[in-house]
């Protein structure tokens, strides 16, 4: 069983959570999602470890000379038969998007914005298995969900954050904890960016690690700006103006030159309105990794029977590898976007509760998607998704 909802200590709720804890300090939350099982077994995950479009490793520590040592997957059954006894740990990345019933943890964090949420990564560990200490770039919430990990944390003002040399993974080189706390099932620890911090199995035992996505600037505008000139500029190439001088230097660059080259790239730029950035920022945060597919029903079903459907179970259970965000309109004249996993749909202003209803977690509830089913353009967009393989099918869903 996997909770939907985070039970807060007294006297905190997500406003307050927000407002105080939110990217300024660590925060232990005991039993947050008390009764969470897991729906998949840590034979599970090896088996989903040897997958090809599986992201995996294995981190193995090996004495004083060679700790930590990470090999990638996908794996083989014999590369598990080979592991010692303790102190080794397997993570997956993106078991949501392979495990729908382990995306359904992701409702639970719905006090934040969608777009922030990336992926779970699940880890099994044995007996005294981590990954060293390390800090990430981003927010994490650590969900212990079997077994019992002890976390080490150091949250002081800029702490150490020299590497040790010459590993596969970025394990600090100096490390003192601060806080020193112990997780068992139920129990969530949240962490922000550049906290160092240190979990190791006590016993054998599963980590859900809910990460969040941080863009890099760097990345955003180099994806933007190539946007930008795929779709403004033309094909043209530099011509020479009507009437040529000798130049006085053969090898100067002329002052012109460079004023009417950086003239026609800023034309460029600045010909990009706020539809356009609108619509590439939604279909960039929504583009799902390579190696995550989703897989569209065959064949294709027809809008009456996933309305049927829809009418039948009561809601459509969301595919874990489904990215949906959605923009209301800017004006009356504008349109309301949709983004399902890097493609853009677009619906007349007004209809932006029918689009949040489509991309709420984790199933599309009949009751919020019934005041907008008369509308033809509604139904067209709901079954386009549907044989996109946003929507589990039945069959698909029991072995979820």
């Keep these: 069983m996997v909770p939907v909802r985070l039970r807060w200590p007294p006297g905190l709720n997500p406003r307050r959570f927000l407002a105080e804890v939110w990217q300024r300090r660590p925060m232990l939350l005991r039993g947050a999602l008390a009764g969470i099982t897991s729906p998949i077994t840590a034979d599970e995950l090896a088996g989903l470890a040897c997958e090809p479009e ?15 040592q990470v090999s990638h997957g996908p794996f083989d059954e014999a590369a598990f038969a080979q592991l010692p006894a303790t102190h080794w740990t397997l993570l997956v990345q993106d078991v949501d998007k392979h495990v729908p019933t382990v995306a359904a943890l992701l409702a639970a964090f719905d006090f934040l914005p969608e777009w922030r949420l990336d992926d779970i990564m699940v880890s099994w560990a044995e007996d005294g298995g981590s990954v060293g200490p390390h800090l990430d770039e981003y927010d994490v919430f650590l969900v212990q969900v079997q077994g019992r990990r002890r976390w080490r944390i150091d949250s002081r003002p800029d702490p150490p954050s020299a590497l040790v040399p010459d590993l596969d993974l970025r394990i600090l080189e100096r490390f003192e904890s601060e806080q020193d706390w112990v997780l068992g099932p139920g129990d969530v620890l949240y962490l922000p960016p550049g906290v160092p911090h240190w979990g190791t199995a006590e016993g054998p035992c599963m980590t859900w690690s809910v990460g969040l996505r941080a863009p890099a600037w760097r990345e955003l505008a180099a994806d933007w700006l190539q946007h930008a000139v795929d779709t403004l500029a033309d094909d043209g190439r530099w011509r020479d103006p009507p009437e040529m001088h ?3 230097e053969p090898a100067e660059l002329p002052a012109d030159v460079t004023a009417i080259i950086r003239e026609r790239i800023k034309a460029i730029l600045t010909g990009a309105d706020d539809q356009l950035f609108r619509r590439w920022l939604g279909t960039y945060l929504t583009e799902p990794k390579p190696n ?9 079903w027809p809008a009456r029977e996933v309305l049927a459907l829809l009418l ?54 009949m009751a919020a998607a019934a005041p907008w089913l008369h509308e033809p353009r509604c139904i067209q967009l709901l079954t386009t998704l549907f044989n996109s393989g946003h929507f589990l099918t039945p069959d698909v869903a029991s072995h979820a």
Excluded at 54 to 68: L, N, S, T, Y
């Design 312 to 365: 039948a179970q009561g809601c459509l259970p969301r595919d874990g590898a489904s990215r949906l965000l959605f923009l209301p309109a800017l004006g009356s004249g504008d349109e309301d976007l949709l983004f399902a996993n890097g493609d853009c749909h677009a619906l007349p202003a007004g209809h932006a509760g029918f689009l949040a209803a489509l991309c709420r977690r984790p199933a599309l509830e």
């Design 246 to 248: 000798l130049p006085a």
């Design 292 to 300: 995550v597919v989703l897989l569209p029903p065959e064949p294709p």
């Design 54 to 68: 599986v992201e995996a490793r294995i981190v193995c520590e090996q004495g004083v000379e060679r700790p930590w």
